[in-house]
T-cell receptor, first 114, second 116 residues
Framework: GDSVTQMEGPVTLSEEAFLTINCTYT??????LFWYVQYPGEGLQLLLK?????DKGSNKGFEATYRKETTSFHLEKGSVQVSDSAVYFC?????????????FGKGTMLLVSP | NAGVTQTPKFRVLKTGQSMTLLCAQD?????MYWYRQDPGMGLRLIHY???????AKGEVPDGYNVSRLKKQNFLLGLESAAPSQTSVYFC???????????????FGQGTRLTVV
């Protein structure tokens, strides 16, 4: 079955540091890949997505590239801010199945200090 | 623009009590889902629906029932609550594009349920 593995947290960084959160996946079909962000007490919001190999998703300074050869979708940001402190979830969805259930990683908490 | 709305936001139940969580979406999405979120476990799919009148089991369906009588609503029921069902519950919805690509899911704000 499908699965997503992401690095365990918490990841603790100082403001303006470089961020990488690793995500690898196993999928039987041809998945779309997503990063979601969850701020304290809130639901999940889509951060970025990529639907085919070599696509790069980007939003709010975050980027991730769909690497089919390494089955990875690592999240990066060049300079983090305190407001980026949140839990980040990597997820996949079978692109062409008759329905679309997301398979999530366990989440990585990011803590950014001033 | 409401998106996905869950009610209630918080609830405390005694063991053995029943309750229904309501999810409503105003985006005309075909697909709807219920997930539970537990520390260190990520999000796990309880049940889902691919259209009005249809439901299917997800990864952790035991102890829950669902109904989708109207396209915009997806109800999650707990018939006899247990402490193991203490969790944060999220509803989500999504659709397929015209070329049948599955889109991302849109999430509600969550329901924090405590069973004592």
């Amino acid at each position: 079955g499908d699965s997503v593995t992401q690095m365990e947290g918490p990841v603790t960084l100082s403001e303006e540091a470089f961020l990488t959160i690793n995500c690898t996946y196993t999928a039987t079909g041809y998945p779309s890949l997503f990063w979601y962000v969850q701020y304290p007490g809130e639901g999940l919001q889509l951060l970025l997505k990529a639907t085919k190999a070599d696509d790069k998703g980007s939003n709010k300074g975050f980027e991730a590239t769909y690497r089919k050869e390494t089955t990875s979708f690592h999240l990066e940001k060049g300079s983090v801010q305190v407001s980026d402190s949140a839990v980040y979830f990597c997820a996949l969805s079978d692109r062409y199945s008759g329905y679309s259930t997301l398979t999530f990683g366990k989440g990585t908490m990011l803590l950014v200090s001033p | 623009n409401a998106g996905v709305t869950q009610t209630p936001k918080f609830r405390v139940l005694k063991t053995g009590q029943s309750m229904t969580l309501l999810c409503a979406q105003d985006m005309n999405h075909e697909y709807m889902y219920w997930y539970r979120q537990d520390p260190g476990m990520g999000l796990r799919l309880i049940h889902y629906s691919v259209g009005e009148g249809t439901t299917a089991k997800g990864e952790v369906p035991d102890g829950y029932n669902v109904s989708r009588l109207k396209k915009q609503n997806f109800l999650l029921g707990l018939e006899s609550a247990a402490p193991s069902q203490t969790s944060v519950y999220f509803c989500a919805s999504s659709y397929q594009t015209q070329d049948r690509v599955n889109t991302e899911a849109f999430f509600g704000q969550g329901t924090r349920l405590t069973v004592v």
